[in-house]
């Protein structure tokens, strides 16, 4: 299954406006709700307005700010990851964020208008790990399940994973991180990466 497949899924239903006038909600599932109706908002104000959506714009302020891009990073590479020095780590997640937000900008672009259910949530007192699940109706398709790995830290409420059907969508690149690692090393897989995001920004 394909990243993009996951990150079209995710980002339709999901965004992040930290910058917002309330203070953001406490709990995750309520978190989702919200940023959810922000994105959709700028969608269809623009859509009235008959301007096109500044789509980076709106990943840079809204979405990215609610993942947590280096334990997603840390996930993806794997076992790998405490081999890497602090300044490798640093360039790999910086690479890796920068390959994220391409394909969020590039896959939020074709967001359509669908109803999405969030499943209740049961939060024990204290937790700070937890699955928020979502349902996108689809005209004439079937439902699509994706369910967010959330962690409460000092920024809030983060996503770390997100899973369409059951499937992650960072462990998706685990297994070619791993052979590029083998192939060629830390190194080798910073600058694959950075090569992809020059190649990404050359065809935007």
């Known amino acids: 299954m394909r990243p993009r497949l996951f990150l079209c899924a995710a980002l339709i239903s999901c965004g992040a406006q930290a910058q917002l006038i309330a203070p953001p909600p406490s709990r995750p599932d309520e978190l989702m709700r919200t940023v959810t109706a922000e994105v959709v908002a700028v969608f269809k104000a623009d859509f009235g307005a008959g301007r096109p959506t500044d789509v980076d714009a709106l990943v840079e302020k809204t979405i990215a700010p609610l993942f947590d891009f280096r334990r997603m990073t840390s996930m993806a590479v794997g076992r790998n990851w405490p081999l890497a020095s602090e300044e490798q780590q640093d360039a790999l997640v910086a690479e890796f964020r920068r390959l994220l937000v391409r394909t969020y900008s590039s896959s939020i ?11 209740p949530l ?8 937890v699955l928020v699940r979502s349902l996108i109706q689809r005209r004439g ?3 699509l399940a994706v369910d967010y790995e959330m962690a409460n830290g000092i920024a809030g409420w983060r996503v770390h994973d997100v899973k369409l059907e059951g499937v992650s969508l960072v462990i998706t690149y685990r297994e070619s991180f791993a052979a590029t690692v083998r192939e060629s090393g830390i190194d080798g897989l910073i600058k694959a990466l950075s090569e992809k995001n020059r190649k990404n920004a050359g065809a935007g």
């Open 122 to 129: 049961r939060l024990v007192p204290g937790e700070t790990e």
């Open 109 to 119: 672009s074709g967001y359509r208008d669908q109803d999405i259910d969030y499943r």
């Open 141 to 143: 398709a079937q439902a």
